[in-house]
T-cell receptor, first 111, second 113 residues
């Protein structure tokens, strides 16, 4: 079946460094790629997304890149801060009833 | 108040008991979803509903049922709970006319003993 792989599963960085999380999807019909941040005890929250007709999108310290040919997309966080510590999920979406999430990356930012 | 509210936040129940998890939203979204989260497995879709007359099974619907009582309310039931249904459950909403992203509730942590 269709799936989304996400790496790494855990990531520790020093405060101020950059963090990169990579995802690979299998369904070539995927056309929307959201990223969610889940803080402890809370539900996932949409932080950035990208559509298939765009190669890169940036919002302050976070950016997402998409390579449709390779079926790869990545989340980049620059100048990391302790409040960036959370679990991050990528997802590949073809329609409202077909959203596949990656298994998540636990990011720890060490002060 | 939260846009998507789930009750209860935590629940411990015994094997074989019936339990209902409730979700209500103030987003005005037409689409509602129930997901299950297990460590290392990400989020898996249980059921979804595009309006009050529409109910669809997701990836892991066995052992679960749902009811869409109104546009703003979507409940998940476990008719006879079993220990492997111990998990974190999330309700989510989306709006067809918006950006496609989901709004999630804060989750219900269910333990079946």
């Amino acid at each position: 079946g269709e799936n989304v792989e996400q790496h790494p599963s855990t990531l520790s960085v020093q405060e101020g460094d950059s963090a990169v999380i990579k995802c690979t999807y299998s369904d070539s019909a995927s056309n929307y790629f959201p990223w969610y941040k889940q803080e402890l005890g809370k539900g996932p929250q949409l932080i950035i997304d990208i559509r298939s007709n765009v190669g890169e999108k940036k919002d302050q310290r976070i950016a997402v890149t998409l390579n449709k040919t390779a079926k790869h997309f990545s989340l980049h966080i620059t100048e990391t801060q302790p409040e960036d510590s959370a679990v991050y999920f990528c997802a590949a979406q073809t329609s409202y009833d077909k959203v596949i999430f990656g298994p998540g990356t636990s990011l720890s930012v060490i002060p | 108040d939260a846009d998507v509210t789930q009750t209860p936040r935590n629940r411990i129940t015994k094997t074989g008991k019936r339990i209902m998890l409730e979700c209500s939203q103030t987003k005005g979204h037409d689409r509602m979803y129930w997901y299950r989260q297990d460590p290392g497995l990400g989020l898996r879709l249980i059921y979804y509903s595009f309006d009050v007359k529409d109910i669809n099974k997701g990836e892991i619907s066995d052992g679960y049922s749902v009811s869409r009582q109104a546009q703003a309310k979507f409940s998940l039931s476990l008719e006879s709970a079993i220990p492997n249904q111990t998990a974190l459950y999330f309700c989510a909403t989306s709006d067809f006319s918006a950006n496609y992203g989901y709004t999630f509730g804060s989750g219900t942590r269910l333990t079946v003993v």
